[in-house]
C-alpha cells in the first residue's frame, strides 16, 4: 500500500499519490519525478489487479448558484481576468463537478486591495477557492475574502508545490519566492463535503 495516500480520496491535482514502482499511471494521473500525481480533482481509486493508480470524477453536480463556494484549476490568464476550471462545489456532498464553461474570476474581484494585472495574483496551474458572484448567463467568480484564493500553487521554474513560508511561498526544491493572492488555509485546505 502506498505511503503517500489513503485509496479511495478525494485528490487535487499533482498530489503524490504513490511512487512510480508501485503504481502504473492510469487515468487522470501522470508520472513526474518517478511519482505518480493526480492530474484532477477527483477519488483516488487504485486497481489493485493492474497495479494502476486512477483517478476519476465523481458525478457531474448540474448547476450552480450564486454564494456557492468552488474549488477549480487556473487555465488562462489574461491581465483584466483569471479563467477558472471549476472542480468541486462545497457542501455538496463528495462529488467532483466539472464544467463545460470555464468561469470568469475578473481582475477587480480577486482581492479586496488594487491589483493591476491579473498575472500578479494567479498562475497556470493554481488551485483557487473562490464564490460564485453570477451563475447566468455566464459563470462569475470572487476571491476578495481571505478565506479565498490560492489553497495550492506550483513553482514556476520546477513545477513543485510551494509552501508557504510567513506571507511568502517558497519552493521546497530551488527556493525560489512566488507571490499569490492566497486564501488563509494555503497548503491546509480539505475538501468539505
Same mark, same amino acid.
Given at each position: !500500500?502506498?505511503? /503517500?495516500?489513503?485509496?479511495?480520496?478525494?485528490?487535487?491535482?499533482?498530489?503524490?499519490?504513490?511512487?512510480?514502482?508501485?503504481?502504473?499511471?492510469?487515468?487522470?494521473?501522470?508520472?513526474?519525478?518517478?511519482?505518480?500525481?493526480?492530474?484532477?480533482?477527483?477519488?483516488?481509486?487504485?486497481?489493485?489487479?493492474?497495479? &494502476?493508480?486512477?483517478?476519476?470524477?465523481?458525478?457531474?453536480?448540474? &448547476?450552480?448558484?450564486?454564494?456557492?463556494?468552488?474549488?477549480?484549476?487556473?487555465?488562462?490568464?489574461?491581465?483584466?481576468?483569471?479563467?477558472?476550471?471549476?472542480?468541486?462545489?462545497?457542501?455538496?456532498?463528495?462529488?467532483?463537478?466539472? =464544467?463545460?464553461?470555464?468561469?470568469?474570476?475578473?481582475?477587480?474581484?480577486?482581492?479586496?486591495? =488594487?491589483?493591476?494585472?491579473?498575472?500578479?495574483? /494567479?498562475?497556470?496551474?493554481?488551485?483557487?477557492?473562490?464564490?460564485?458572484?453570477?451563475?447566468?448567463?455566464?459563470?462569475?467568480?470572487?476571491?476578495?475574502?481571505?478565506?479565498?484564493?490560492?489553497?495550492?500553487?506550483?513553482? !514556476?521554474?520546477?513545477?513543485?508545490?510551494?509552501?508557504?513560508?510567513?506571507?511568502?511561498?517558497? #519552493?521546497?526544491? #530551488?527556493?525560489?519566492?512566488?507571490?499569490?493572492?492566497?486564501?488563509?488555509? =494555503?497548503?491546509? /485546505?480539505?475538501?468539505?463535503?
Amino acid at each position: !500500500m502506498s505511503r /503517500y495516500s489513503v485509496h479511495n480520496k478525494f485528490v487535487l491535482p499533482g498530489d503524490p499519490l504513490g511512487m512510480a514502482e508501485e503504481f502504473l499511471s492510469g487515468p487522470g494521473t501522470f508520472e513526474s519525478n518517478d511519482h505518480i500525481c493526480s492530474a484532477g480533482v477527483g477519488l483516488f481509486t487504485p486497481d489493485s489487479k493492474e497495479m &494502476t493508480a486512477i483517478v476519476s470524477p465523481a458525478t457531474p453536480l448540474p &448547476t450552480l448558484g450564486v454564494g456557492d463556494l468552488v474549488v477549480g484549476v487556473v487555465g488562462n490568464i489574461g491581465s483584466a481576468k483569471v479563467i477558472v476550471d471549476i472542480h468541486f462545489i462545497e457542501g455538496r456532498g463528495d462529488r467532483a463537478v466539472f =464544467y463545460r464553461h470555464p468561469a470568469i474570476l475578473h481582475v477587480s474581484k480577486i482581492s479586496k486591495t =488594487y491589483v493591476r494585472d491579473a498575472g500578479a495574483a /494567479y498562475r497556470l496551474r493554481d488551485i483557487v477557492r473562490a464564490k460564485v458572484l453570477q451563475a447566468a448567463p455566464s459563470l462569475e467568480l470572487c476571491t476578495s475574502e481571505s478565506s479565498l484564493g490560492a489553497i495550492k500553487s506550483f513553482c !514556476m521554474r520546477c513545477s513543485a508545490p510551494l509552501t508557504l513560508k510567513g506571507d511568502k511561498l517558497v #519552493c521546497p526544491n #530551488c527556493e525560489r519566492v512566488e507571490h499569490r493572492k492566497i486564501a488563509e488555509a =494555503y497548503g491546509q /485546505y480539505k475538501l468539505v463535503a
